[in-house]
């Protein structure tokens, strides 16, 4: 594919500033990037567009003294996402039912579905319109798929499960597991029955691996638009808002509920049975262990606030040394002390 920097930049409706008729044929990152290709800036990489040596460069602001053309957007992440639709279109799908595809009875498949080889639908599934449910995907009874939803290789959906509009569920993923609940007497544990489902709203993106139990009674709840990375678990009868980031080896324990536009980044860890508000962050390995109001920013284990976290990380370091002038100080004191008794 060729397009020329104008075409482009009408593409992501930005300014060209410079040539606007340099040809592009493919995508890169702003480090490997080559004459006949277009990449994008944000942030700190920006200082680095001078030395870049693609054909374009996709920035929010006009950077100075920089001989490539520029297309100057509002947004250059959305921007270059849109660039690389354009030169790296999705793999078209047959829109058929795999003949090796096992359909229960009762089965409601809406128009323009692909279901892929080996899958197995169960008794009662609604499949909307235009969805995509690639091989080896398992959907259990009574479990309603919202229209122009994929469903990746892999993937299982346990019964009772309600998935929206535009759900992604990439591989391996995991909907409506058995939630982890048991009662113990004399040492000894004894499981009790989880009979709830999840719901997971329009718009959901669950990664590969990530599991998202069922409610012991109710729905496990994850709302419009928030999108989950690999590896990530939730527990029973969790609840999570909208438009929120889950990240890598994010683990929430049963019964949170949790606000709109919160980010979990890698490896947070939150205790159950707590509430979240809306626009909290919490930095790499937070530890969650209580309610946590609006409008934060937190990190370290215990979570505290982030600029009292940098305080104490701070101080962390420089420990060996402060451990050495308080003995140095120390046998000073008792030196002082016994002068003092021999006066």
């Known amino acids: 594919m060729q397009k020329t920097v104008k075409e482009l930049a009408q593409l992501v409706q930005g300014t060209v500033c410079g040539n606007g008729e340099v040809v592009i044929e493919e995508t890169r990152g702003l480090e ?81 579905v692909a279901i892929g080889a080996y899958c197995v639908i169960n008794d009662n599934a609604v499949i909307g319109d235009n969805v995509t449910i690639h091989p080896y995907v398992y959907i259990g009874h009574n479990t309603r798929i919202g229209e122009d939803s994929a469903i990746y290789a892999g993937a299982i959906v346990h019964e009772n499960c309600s998935l929206g509009k535009r759900v992604v569920l990439r591989a391996k993923a995991v909907i409506g597991g058995e939630g982890f609940g048991f009662a113990t007497e004399n040492g000894v ?45 939730l527990g029973h009868n969790v609840e999570i808002g909208e438009d929120c980031f889950l ?57 505290r606030p982030h600029k009292e976290w940098l305080k104490l990380s701070a101080y962390e370091s420089r420990l060996p040394d402060m451990a050495k002038t308080i003995k140095q100080l120390q046998k000073e004191v008792e030196a002082l002390k016994a002068q003092l008794k021999e006066s």
């Open 32 to 112: 490997q990037a080559s004459p006949n290709a277009i990449t994008f800036a944000i942030g700190d990489y920006v200082e680095y567009v001078s030395q870049c040596k693609a054909g374009a460069v996709i920035v929010e602001k006009e950077v100075p003294n920089v001989s490539i053309p520029q297309i100057i957007v509002d947004n250059a992440k959305v921007a270059f996402a849109q660039i690389l639709e354009l030169f790296h279109p999705p793999v078209v799908v047959p829109r058929t039912i795999h003949e090796t595809a096992i359909i229960g009875e009762n089965v409601t498949i809406g128009k323009n």
């Open 189 to 233: 544990h004894t499981h009790i029955p989880q009979v709830g489902n999840v719901v997971l709203e329009d718009d959901v993106e669950v990664g590969s691996c990530s599991c998202i139990d069922n409610a012991t009674m109710g729905s496990t709840l994850v709302r419009r638009g928030t999108k989950i990375d690999n590896l990530v678990h």
């Open 247 to 303: 990240i890598a080896q994010v683990g929430i324990a049963g019964s949170t509920k949790c606000g709109n536009h919160v980010i979990f980044a890698g490896q947070t860890g939150c205790t159950g049975h707590i509430t979240i508000g809306d626009n909290v962050t919490f930095a790499g390995k937070t530890g969650i262990v209580g309610n946590v109001p609006s409008n934060g920013l937190y990190a370290g284990y215990p979570m």
